[in-house]
């Protein structure tokens, strides 16, 4: 019976093992290098997982939200990986830096050179990404996962708060505050710490006088002391020899 019950406990113990590691866990997400500002600029990673054990990952597209289009989209070169942009005309042209832009970036493809991605092993794709909208807390990007048995799984199922996660859930990359304006705050930090370097140099040249001064005067009253002494003792000498001689 014992045994037996062992052997049940260590089956049990097993199916929680593959549960826990099994990989329909793993999906294509986002994930920014530091943080993603609202108005600025960010490099974000797309991390694809392999999740088959018989065939390797050898493509993956992203779409890119339309409802708020990135003027700017510099995908790094990935070892191995061929890389296509994609751009589309903008219902509304965007406004960066006193130009407008009517064509932004609407997907980007990497497809394998080689076997891609192995099973076991992920790839991350990095991607410099803005300006980043300021009205709204997220971006989405929804992605197609290829293999090589041709198999496609579709990333595009949007996560709503407060619900389960969906079984193939987007990318989505969370947006934090925008990034404070630090420049005049940092020329005014450089100004004080200036006039504070100034001030104590001033102070040190001044302390470095005084010393210099005080070490001046009481060389000369030893001069002066040495004279006196001298004298005196030349002095002395002459009314001992007078003395001597009487």
């Not at 969370?174 to 200036?194: F, I, R, V």
Request: net charge negative.
């Amino acid at each position: 019976m014992k045994a037996s019950r062992i052997a049940a406990a260590g089956a049990v113990a097993g199916v929680a093992v593959l549960a826990v590691s099994s990989p329909c866990f793993a999906h294509v997400s986002v994930q920014p290098e530091g943080e993603a500002a609202k108005g600025g600029y960010a490099v974000v990673g797309f991390k694809v997982p392999n999740e088959r054990d018989n065939a390797s990952t050898t493509k993956l597209e992203v779409t890119f939200p339309s409802d708020h289009p990135l003027s700017s989209v510099q995908p790094q070169p990935v070892e191995g990986w061929d890389i296509k942009i994609t751009k589309s005309r903008l219902a509304t042209p965007l406004e960066v830096h006193g130009k407008k832009i009517d064509e932004a970036v609407s997907k980007v493809t990497w497809t394998a050179k080689g076997d891609g991605i192995q099973p076991g092993f992920f790839q991350k794709f990095p991607v410099s990404v803005g300006t980043l909208p300021e009205d709204t807390d997220q971006l989405v990007f929804k992605a197609l996962q290829t293999y090589s048995n041709k198999e496609v799984v579709r990333w595009i199922e949007v996560p709503q708060e407060g619900q389960e996660e969906p079984e193939h859930p987007a990318p989505v990359l969370a947006l934090t505050a925008p990034a404070e304006d630090g420049h005049g705050h940092g020329a005014a930090d450089d100004d004080k710490a200036s006039d504070d370097a100034e001030k104590a140099s001033a102070e040190t040249t001044a302390a470095s006088d005084d010393d210099s001064g005080g070490t001046d005067t009481t060389a000369r009253v030893l001069g002066v002391v040495g004279i006196v002494v001298g004298a005196a003792g030349v002095a002395y000498g002459v009314l001992a020899g007078r003395r001597r001689t009487a």
